[in-house]
């Protein structure tokens, strides 16, 4: 008859696993850290649009003046005032970056069918953002990374300013911005009143967050 080795079989039962307790407080620490870590994370996530707006709204910019040293003219019908597209309300921008695009969207525009820049598909067209809408109801519009039009308004009346400026106060020092051009996102909020506007203050409200090419 064998003798019992109690020793053994009690480290064995020791070993055997985390007790209850133990996987409640790992549990409860990887919580912490992740409440932690997340706003962060949105942080940066949000950072990384904002950044990726601005040089959006840069290229948009580029890319008219580009057109305008090409052709002489503007992308757009010319008018009695500086010409805004907004994508918000009955107009859209579909015509101006179709012009700009090239890829034979727009000859008449375009005759030498030039791509003066080339943003990227939206990649979910029923939910169109950071690119060019694909989807009837948005084809040929440019997105910004929260789902909102890019808006740009161009001096039409070739004074060398574009006007008003959608802002009246911290977005510059006088009514117009100088240039041939100007554009701009509602940000993170999609809320401006700086279209039809101009918006009483650029650091006031929800245009606080809007994303513009001129500062």
Same mark, same amino acid.
């Given at each position: 008859?064998?003798?019992? !080795?109690?020793?053994?079989?009690?480290?064995?039962?020791?070993?055997?696993? +985390?007790?209850? $307790?133990?996987?409640?407080?790992? $549990?409860?620490?990887?919580?912490?850290?992740?409440?932690?870590? @997340?706003?962060? @994370? !949105?942080?940066?996530?949000?950072?990384?649009?904002?950044?990726?707006?601005?040089?959006?709204?840069?290229? $948009?910019?580029?890319?008219? %003046?580009? @057109?305008?040293?090409?052709?002489?003219?503007?992308?757009?019908?010319?008018?009695?005032?500086?010409?805004?597209?907004?994508? #918000?309300?009955? %107009?859209? %921008?579909?015509?101006? =970056?179709?012009?700009? !695009?090239?890829?034979?969207?727009?000859?008449?525009?375009?005759?030498?069918?030039?791509? =003066? +820049?080339?943003?990227?598909?939206?990649?979910?067209?029923?939910?169109?953002?950071?690119?060019?809408?694909?989807?009837?109801?948005? #084809?040929?519009?440019? +997105?910004?990374?929260?789902?909102?039009?890019?808006?740009? !308004?161009?001096?039409?009346? @070739?004074?060398?300013?574009?006007?008003? %400026?959608?802002?009246?106060?911290?977005?510059?020092?006088?009514?117009?911005?100088?240039?041939?051009? $100007?554009?701009?996102? =509602?940000?993170?909020?999609?809320?401006?009143?700086?279209?039809?506007?101009?918006?009483?203050?650029?650091?006031?409200?929800?245009?606080?967050?809007?994303?513009?090419?001129?500062?």
């Amino acid at each position: 008859m064998g003798v019992k !080795r109690w020793g053994a079989e009690n480290r064995s039962e020791g070993a055997a696993g +985390f007790t209850l $307790i133990e996987l409640l407080v790992v $549990i409860t620490v990887i919580a912490i850290l992740m409440a932690l870590l @997340f706003p962060a @994370f !949105r942080g940066a996530q949000e950072q990384a649009k904002r950044t990726q707006a601005k040089n959006d709204v840069t290229q $948009i910019v580029t890319a008219v %003046n580009a @057109f305008y040293t090409e052709y002489g003219q503007y992308p757009v019908t010319d008018s009695s005032a500086d010409f805004t597209v907004d994508g #918000l309300n009955s %107009n859209t %921008n579909d015509k101006l =970056f179709n012009a700009l !695009r090239g890829q034979g969207l727009d000859t008449t525009t375009n005759p030498k069918d030039i791509a =003066f +820049f080339s943003p990227p598909d939206v990649k979910d067209p029923a939910n169109p953002r950071s690119g060019i809408g694909t989807a009837a109801a948005t #084809l040929g519009q440019y +997105f910004d990374p929260w789902g909102k039009p890019y808006i740009a !308004r161009l001096d039409t009346t @070739f004074d060398n300013v574009v006007s008003p %400026n959608p802002y009246q106060l911290n977005a510059g020092a006088s009514a117009s911005v100088s240039g041939g051009v $100007i554009a701009w996102s =509602f940000g993170p909020d999609g809320k401006s009143d700086s279209v039809p506007g101009p918006a009483p203050d650029k650091k006031a409200g929800t245009n606080d967050d809007d994303v513009i090419s001129w500062q």
